[in-house]
T-cell receptor
Framework: AQSVTQPDIHITVSEGASLELRCNYS??????LFWYVQSPGQGLQLLLK??????LVQGIKGFEAEFKRSQSSFNLRKPSVHWSDAAEYFC??????????FGAGTTVTVRA | ETGVTQTPRHLVMGMTNKKSLKCEQH?????MYWYKQSAKKPLELMFV???????ENNSVPSRFSPECPNSSHLFLHLHTLQPEDSALYLC?????????????FGEGSRLTVL
């Protein structure tokens, strides 16, 4: 069975600083990988996804993620965070069926 | 108009009440999902419908009863819930039931069981 671990429960970052959120997955085959963001009081929105090909994936809102098979990781990065990036971020892994497995999430706080 | 709309946004109910959550998607998708989100826990998949047929019932207690009358509407009927059922219930849709497509989520229904 697939699973996802997000080691950081909460990260605080200054506005304008870089951000990296960690995600490790467990899955026997080539995974489908996703990052979602949830702003307060909102549902989840897809930031980016990886299915195959280039291991560096660009997403919306200036985010990118890199798939590293050797490390079973799919870390999310943003070079310069904005106050509006304060939210909860979820990594997810999927297979050839409808079952997405989500991590427990990382809460990002942005300080001025 | 948002793609996936959930009502009500907030619901407080007693353990003996019967209530329903509604989800409507305006995206022309074929698959719809119910997820349960509890604080600091991974999202839990509850039910999946593909072309109005239930394809997944992820060991959910029978006090939760889903209904999918057509591909645009999904309900979650609630009956004799427990306080531990208090959570955010998220509805999502996707073009098909495979995970090669992204999930489009509603804003959720916050349920409090007293």
């Amino acid at each position: 069975a697939q699973s996802v671990t997000q080691p950081d429960i909460h990260i605080t970052v200054s506005e304008g600083a870089s951000l990296e959120l960690r995600c490790n997955y467990s899955y026997g085959a080539t995974p489908y990988l996703f990052w979602y963001v949830q702003s307060p009081g909102q549902g989840l929105q897809l930031l980016l996804k990886y299915f195959s090909g280039d291991t560096l994936v660009q997403g919306i809102k200036g985010f990118e993620a890199e798939f590293k098979r050797s490390q079973s990781s799919f870390n999310l990065r943003k070079p310069s965070v904005h106050w509006s990036d304060a939210a909860e971020y979820f990594c997810a892994v999927g297979s050839n069926d409808y079952k997405l497995s989500f991590g427990a999430g990382t809460t990002v706080t942005v300080r001025a | 108009e948002t793609g996936v709309t959930q009502t009500p946004r907030h619901l407080v109910m007693g353990m003996t009440n019967k209530k329903s959550l509604k989800c409507e998607q305006h995206l022309g998708h074929n698959a719809m999902y119910w997820y349960k989100q509890s604080a600091k826990k991974p999202l839990e998949l509850m039910f999946v419908y593909s072309l109005e047929e239930r394809v997944e019932n992820n060991s959910v207690p029978s006090r939760f009863s889903p209904e999918c009358p057509n591909s645009s509407h999904l309900f979650l009927h609630l009956h004799t819930l427990q306080p531990e059922d208090s959570a955010l219930y998220l509805c999502a849709s996707s073009p098909n039931s495979g995970t090669t497509g992204e999930l489009f989520f509603g804003e959720g229904s916050r349920l409090t069981v007293l």
